[in-house]
Structures are given as structure tokens and as C-alpha cells.
């Protein structure tokens, strides 16, 4: 088939710019679609690794994939680019890291279930104290130099949730201490994703996933 090319067009019957310009842009939508598939890839292993890590699905959803350079620039050499909207808490599960206090706090403030949700999250400290009253700091007898932060409530008998006892006109028949937080002065996160592994298992596929992509843009080019 090159050769029957060739000759047609060394007998003047074509245009070989125009031949070569048009196998040059299958070639390039070929590597940007491999690339495409590479990140696509890429972004859902990294978010199963995020899974199952137990890290859950709202970390593992601020994993993206995208390709470089955008749609509409030509090039032979594009990038696939995958990465995380929560680039700190990745690294340091990816290295583990030892958390401490910052602005000159003494101690990490670690939030029990206990602690009622607001938003997203879990009630600060300041917002748990005006809802239950002031802490009382008890000794952890488990770790030396970890203190539990405790306060008197009620739990609720149907959701299992605290209820304050502040403002109450009549005091309830029965009263729980609280553990709200646990109170320590560092925490080591231990290694739990292998992203470096990921990333290079795909770049022992790309060979594979490039040759793939540019037969299926020739195959294309053929039909057309």
C-alpha cells in the first residue's frame, strides 16, 4: 500500500504535503486521545487506592486527570496530568508524617464521635463548650501526656446523639460524662497509599496504551 503511494505520488497525481500534513494530524489525535485514556485510567486507580486505604470517597473524589496541552493546540508530545484538589493530606499519606500542634498550641484537639457535626465536619472546641458548658480535663490512663476533654450531656435514647443539659429548668434524671475530644501533643499518620506505584505501573503501559490509540485513529482514517 506505501509503495502504490509513493508511486502516485512521484507520478504527479497528488499532493505531498497535503498527505503528509493529514497523516500527521491522525498521528496527533491518536497520542492526545492515548493520553486521554492514560489519565482517565490514572485518576480512577489513584482514587482506588484512596478507597481503599479507607481514606474515603470525598478525598478520592478530589483526584483529577486531565491532558496538556488543551484542545485546539497540535502537538505529537502530549502530557497526561494527574493530581489531587488536596494535594497535603495525599502527601502525607503517601510518606506518613507526624501532625503537631501550630500557633503555639499545646496539644492536637482530636474529635470523638461524640462531637455533634456542623456542615461537614465536627463542632470545634469553642462551639462544643458553649453548647455543653466548660471542659473538664481528665488524665488519659491509657497514654501519659493525653488528656480527654470531657463534659456532662445526656444522649439521646433514640439517636444515640448528645443533648446539652445547659438551660434546663429541670435537671435530667440522668447525666453522662462526655468524652468530646482527645487531647495529645503529636500524631504520627502512618504510609497508606502507594501512589508512587501507581503512577509507575501506567507509565509501563503507555507504550501499549499509545499503539492502541494511534491503530484505532489510522483504522479511522481508513473508513472515512
Given at each position: 500500500?506505501v509503495?502504490?503511494?509513493?508511486?502516485?505520488?512521484?507520478d504527479?497525481g497528488?499532493?505531498?504535503k497535503?498527505?503528509y500534513?493529514?497523516k500527521?494530524?491522525?498521528?496527533?489525535?491518536g497520542l492526545?486521545g492515548a493520553a486521554?485514556?492514560?489519565a482517565g485510567?490514572?485518576?480512577?486507580?489513584?482514587?482506588?487506592?484512596?478507597?481503599?486505604?479507607?481514606?474515603?470517597q470525598r478525598?478520592?473524589?478530589?483526584?483529577?486527570?486531565?491532558?496538556y496541552?488543551?484542545?485546539?493546540?497540535r502537538?505529537?508530545?502530549?502530557?497526561?496530568f494527574?493530581?489531587?484538589?488536596?494535594?497535603?493530606?495525599?502527601?502525607?499519606?503517601?510518606?506518613?508524617a507526624?501532625?503537631?500542634?501550630?500557633?503555639g498550641?499545646k496539644f492536637?484537639?482530636i474529635p470523638?464521635?461524640?462531637?455533634p457535626?456542623?456542615?461537614?465536619?465536627?463542632?470545634?472546641p469553642g462551639?462544643?463548650?458553649?453548647?455543653?458548658?466548660?471542659?473538664?480535663y481528665?488524665?488519659s490512663?491509657?497514654?501519659?501526656?493525653?488528656f480527654?476533654?470531657v463534659v456532662n450531656?445526656?444522649?439521646s435514647?433514640?439517636t444515640g446523639r448528645?443533648?446539652s443539659?445547659?438551660?434546663?429548668?429541670r435537671?435530667?434524671?440522668?447525666?453522662?460524662?462526655?468524652v468530646?475530644f482527645?487531647?495529645?501533643?503529636f500524631t504520627?499518620?502512618?504510609k497508606?497509599?502507594?501512589?508512587?506505584?501507581?503512577?509507575?505501573?501506567?507509565?509501563?503501559?503507555?507504550?501499549?496504551i499509545?499503539a492502541r490509540?494511534?491503530?484505532q485513529?489510522?483504522?479511522n482514517?481508513?473508513?472515512?
Amino acid at each position: 500500500m506505501v509503495g502504490l503511494r509513493l508511486d502516485w505520488f512521484l507520478d504527479g497525481g497528488g499532493n505531498l504535503k497535503q498527505f503528509y500534513e493529514g497523516k500527521l494530524a491522525v498521528a496527533e489525535r491518536g497520542l492526545y486521545g492515548a493520553a486521554g485514556i492514560a489519565a482517565g485510567v490514572g485518576r480512577d486507580r489513584f482514587r482506588a487506592d484512596v478507597t481503599g486505604a479507607g481514606l474515603g470517597q470525598r478525598l478520592a473524589n478530589s483526584v483529577r486527570g486531565v491532558v496538556y496541552p488543551r484542545p485546539g493546540i497540535r502537538t505529537l508530545s502530549p502530557a497526561a496530568f494527574i493530581f489531587s484538589k488536596a494535594p497535603r493530606i495525599i502527601s502525607a499519606f503517601e510518606s506518613g508524617a507526624v501532625i503537631r500542634p501550630v500557633g503555639g498550641q499545646k496539644f492536637l484537639w482530636i474529635p470523638t464521635e461524640n462531637v455533634p457535626r456542623s456542615g461537614r465536619g465536627r463542632m470545634s472546641p469553642g462551639a462544643v463548650e458553649e453548647r455543653f458548658g466548660d471542659f473538664d480535663y481528665v488524665p488519659s490512663l491509657l497514654s501519659r501526656g493525653t488528656f480527654l476533654a470531657v463534659v456532662n450531656a445526656r444522649r439521646s435514647a433514640k439517636t444515640g446523639r448528645a443533648r446539652s443539659v445547659l438551660g434546663l429548668k429541670r435537671a435530667p434524671r440522668k447525666v453522662d460524662r462526655l468524652v468530646m475530644f482527645v487531647l495529645v501533643k503529636f500524631t504520627t499518620l502512618r504510609k497508606r497509599l502507594d501512589i508512587a506505584g501507581v503512577a509507575r505501573a501506567l507509565e509501563a503501559e503507555w507504550p501499549d496504551i499509545a499503539a492502541r490509540s494511534l491503530a484505532q485513529a489510522l483504522a479511522n482514517e481508513e473508513r472515512s
